[in-house]
């Protein structure tokens, strides 16, 4: 099968569509705020309520990243029939509601519940953001959308914490000029209340984004080509290669970020005894450039790759970035300053979140409408799994090599290294049949949203 060789025009973007990206993005630095707020608020929560370190872990771990990972996916066989619209706006609802209720919570099981509810809430973000960009972008222009929404993801993590500090810091200042009812809480609850409020704007604007008029057509209730048809398992037998490939070689290349940059701050701690918040701060920095450029530059290559190849050129310049990053988290081992580390965690985020930010479009390239939701859900409990998975066996090799603190930047090595070279090398066998996935899809696509009669 010979790659394609047509160069994908340039449709002319409406505001609604950006109107429903800025919305999906409000949302994400939402949810993202509540994570944050809660990480910063540990300690007067953890005094409050008589909480130990292993209870504030489990609510943290398995409260909210574990019930993330097992409910996406019900969220998106759901999505997969329902107005997508609807459905985050619920889940908006649920995680406003769980998150005001945290506030109110008397002990650590009412709290360990109303953070799985904030979880469920959440877990549309992965799904149903990604099923519903589509809906919102012709295909020429999604990867700039998605590496938009990428970006700001990766962004609104420190847009969350210095709004939750900030938020924190008001109401300490105005504690005693209060309502009555609200003077009477801890600082910690009131700040969970207010944190929720923002999400009661969010739902009508949520209900009023505007799709394409082909997404409205292929709305969950018209007539499933027989791909779809056939159902989602016999879907992903049919294109087993293409789907696991694609899935799995994204998720180890994101392992490898989570292995990198769950430890690389306890990395520089450990070898050259700089304090904590200065590695945060310097780190946050590093994080935000490189990550910008890095999505900057991928688009700009997979756009002239894709002169070429259109289908080929997000996963092409996706393997190259995982082993540009491979060769620049090398480079670790023999920094002997800080600076040297951050120079290189700079390059190594450029590389390897560019070509993960190109993931989404792959990802919505190989999924048909119907059942998009789903497989992004089963794209990200790939994602969520394997990045759980990859910090822990860091530290089981730290501890086995002993207490030297380059024994640490060796086990981080250990494990990100064979990430990167399996993601590349999964992501290049899944080229084999990527292109005739693809085409599967346009062609169900294209019977699905086609007008009945």
């Known amino acids: ?31 993202n705020s509540v994570l944050q707020v809660m990480a910063l608020l540990t300690e ?41 619209r609807r459905i985050f706006a619920v889940c908006i ?17 009412m709290l360990f519940v109303f953070a799985m509810g904030i979880s469920v809430g959440e877990a549309v973000l992965g799904p149903v953001t990604y099923s519903l960009i589509p809906d919102l972008f012709p295909p020429a222009r999604r990867m700039l959308a998605n590496s938009i929404f990428f970006v700001s993801q990766l962004l609104g993590y420190a847009v969350g914490l210095a709004l939750g500090g900030l938020l924190i810091g008001a109401v300490e200042r105005s504690h005693a000029a209060l309502p009555e009812a609200l003077a009477s809480l801890s600082t910690w609850r009131i700040v969970f209340i207010l944190v929720a409020l923002p999400g009661i704007v969010l739902i009508p604007m949520m209900l009023a984004i505007p799709l394409r008029e082909a997404a409205r057509e292929g709305a969950p209730g018209g007539t499933a080509p027989t ?52 590695v945060g701060v310097t780190l946050g920095q590093v994080f935000a450039v490189g990550s910008v450029l890095g999505v900057t530059a991928a688009n700009l290559l997979a756009k002239r790759i894709a002169r070429r190849d259109v289908d080929a050129a997000p996963v092409r310049v996706a393997q190259w970035g995982a082993l540009a990053a491979l060769g620049f988290s ?54 969520v799994g394997f990045g759980a998975l990859s910090p822990l066996v860091v530290g089981i090799v730290s501890d086995a090599l002993g207490p030297d603190p380059r024994n640490l930047l060796t086990a981080m090595m250990l ?33 699905f949203t086609a007008p009945a009669g």
Do not use: H
């Open 1 to 31: 099968m010979q790659p394609s060789t047509s160069t994908p025009s340039s449709p002319r973007i409406p505001l609604g569509a950006w109107y429903g990206l800025t919305t999906l993005i409000l949302a994400s630095i939402c949810g």
């Open 93 to 109: 609802f649920i995680w406003c509601v769980a998150t005001a209720a945290s506030g109110l919570a008397r002990n650590y099981e």
């Open 44 to 84: 007067p929560l953890k005094q409050e309520l008589s909480l130990s370190d292993t209870e504030i872990g489990a609510l943290r771990g398995l409260g909210a990243t574990l019930v993330v990972a097992l409910a996406s996916y019900p969220i998106g066989w759901l999505a997969d029939r329902v107005d997508r």
């Open 227 to 278: 791909a779809v048809r056939d159902g989602l398992l016999e879907y992903c037998r049919a294109n087993a290669r293409t789907l696991l490939s694609m899935f799995a070689g994204f998720g180890a290349i994101g392992a490898a970020n989570f292995t990198v940059f769950g430890w690389i701050a306890v990395v520089i701690v450990r070898l050259f005894n700089v304090t904590p918040a200065e």
């Open 415 to 447: 494990v990100a290294v064979p990430a990167f070279v399996g993601g590349a090398l999964l992501l290049r066998f899944g080229e084999g049949t990527l292109r005739q996935t693809m085409e599967t899809v346009r062609a169900d696509d294209a019977v």
């Open 330 to 383: 090398l480079l670790y081992l023999f920094a002997t300053t800080p600076t040297q580390f951050y120079v290189i965690a700079t390059l190594q985020i450029a590389a390897s979140f560019g070509g993960l930010a190109l993931s989404p479009t792959v990802n919505q390239g190989i999924a048909p409408a119907r059942v998009r939701a789903r497989l992004m859900a089963l794209g990200g409990m790939f994602y």
